[in-house]
């Protein structure tokens, strides 16, 4: 029962940064961009988790990364702009779209898991 309300309290707090971090800095972008750069900093906050833990599956890294970075990342939300950029025609916009949500994704996963050792982050 614990795990679900750590899990439920990091999904409440992943989706509320998610939501202000859409409302109050990335106004002024186009929905795709805000979208690629809240799933890039998810993978990224994903990536330092994965890090740092390791292996050590506790409470507290369950709740960051089923919790909160599900809560955060907005990959629904990345398909049906990509769906949405194809029923429009932009073809080539949406497959560059979906070619840089992935490099830019599992790039952030791999610096994250990568900044413990070089910066001693945990």
Not at 32 to 58: E, S, Y
Not at 72 to 87: K, W
């Amino acid at each position: 029962m614990i795990e679900i309300l750590a899990v439920g309290c990091g999904g409440f707090l992943g989706a509320v940064c998610r939501f202000l971090m859409g409302k109050l800095f990335l106004l002024r972008l186009a929905p795709p961009l805000h979208t690629l750069i809240i799933n890039a900093l998810g993978c990224l906050v994903m990536g330092i988790v994965v890090g740092c833990f390791g292996n050590n599956k506790t409470l507290l890294f369950t709740a960051v990364t089923v919790g909160f970075c599900g809560g955060f990342t907005t990959f629904s939300a990345f398909s049906l702009e990509t769906l949405s950029l194809m029923e429009k025609g932009a073809y080539v916009a949406a497959a560059g779209y979906v070619a840089a949500s992935v490099v830019l994704c599992v790039l952030g996963v791999w610096i994250g898991k990568t900044l413990d050792g070089f910066l001693g982050l945990c």
